[in-house]
Nanobody
Framework: QVQLVESGGGLVQAGGSLRLSCTAS???????MAWYRQAPGNEREFVAQ???????NYADSVKGRFTISRDGAKNTVYLQMNSLKPEDSAVYHC???????????????????WGQGTQVTVSS
C-alpha cells in the first residue's frame, strides 16, 4: 500500500522558518515529488517540485524564500521555508508521481499520490 507521511508544520511568527518533510513508501520508483498548498476558501496551488535529476521549479510567490530538496535513498522530499509571511499560511500537501510496479517503468504507467497534509500557520 502506498503511503505519504508528512511532517514539520506548525505555528511561527512572520519572518520565521519551518522545514517540511514527506516520506513515500510502498512504491517502486519515484518520478517527481512536489508540494502544494491550500488555504481556506482558496484553490489548491503549486508551490515547488523536484524530479530525479534534481531539476527544480517554484511558484513565483515563494522564489528566493523556499527551497525544495530530496533524499533519494529515503524516498523523502523536503521543503525549507524561510522568511515566512502570513499569506503562506495553508495546509501543505505532498504530491508524488511514481511507478508503482517495476513493469510500470517499461510501460510508462505513472500514478499520482497525495499526502494528508500538514498545517502551516504564520502569525503577523
Amino acid at each position: 500500500q502506498v503511503q505519504l507521511v508528512e511532517s514539520g508544520g506548525g505555528l511561527v511568527q512572520a519572518g520565521g522558518s519551518l522545514r517540511l518533510s514527506c516520506t513515500a513508501s510502498g512504491i517502486f520508483r519515484i518520478k517527481t515529488m512536489a508540494w502544494y498548498r491550500q488555504a481556506p476558501g482558496n484553490e489548491r496551488e503549486f508551490v515547488a517540485q523536484i524530479n530525479s535529476f534534481d531539476s527544480r521549479n517554484y511558484a513565483d510567490s515563494v522564489k528566493g524564500r523556499f527551497t525544495i530538496s530530496r533524499d533519494g535513498a529515503k524516498n523523502t522530499v523536503y521543503l525549507q521555508m524561510n522568511s515566512l509571511k502570513p499569506e503562506d499560511s495553508a495546509v501543505y500537501h505532498c504530491h508524488v508521481l511514481a511507478y508503482y510496479l517495476a513493469e510500470d517503468v517499461i510501460n510508462e504507467i505513472v500514478e499520482n499520490y497525495w499526502g494528508q497534509g500538514t498545517q502551516v500557520t504564520v502569525s503577523s
